[in-house]
């Protein structure tokens, strides 16, 4: 008979990963984070610089992503009313992961194509 051998649940890690790629999951959570990210503030902006999305698609994650506090929406009286989007202060933990990422996609190319 074997001994009690204790094993790791590998839940402990595949759940908070899980969650993490929930928030910025998707077709185009990740592009409007980044395009946000590198300064685009207008709706308008931030669509143009994201080939193929629809207007309405981009309005319904706009939404999502304020609801997780990574982008704020930021409306500026006057006539015509301004509307801006920025990142939060809590979306800048995401730039170290959005950066890792793309390093190991630059690399994970890389070593496909060799």
């Not at 908070?16 to 709706?43: H, M, Q, T, Y």
């Not at 706009?62 to 920025?86: A, N, W």
């Not at 939060?88 to 890792?100: D, G, H, K, S, V």
């Amino acid at each position: 008979m074997a001994g009690n051998k204790s094993y790791l649940s590998c839940l402990d890690t595949v759940k908070p990963v899980r969650d993490a790629l929930d928030v910025i999951n998707g077709k185009w959570k990740l592009p409007i984070i980044i395009s946000v990210g590198v300064g685009n503030e207008r709706f308008t902006d931030i669509q143009e610089s994201i080939p193929g999305i629809s207007p309405k698609a981009m309005a319904k994650e706009l939404k999502e992503l304020e609801k997780h506090r990574l982008i704020e929406r930021i409306v500026t009286d006057g006539y015509p009313v301004k509307i801006t989007y920025k990142w939060t202060p809590y979306a800048n933990t995401l730039r170290p992961i959005i950066e890792a990422l793309k390093e190991w996609g630059i690399n994970h190319q890389k070593k496909i194509t060799q």
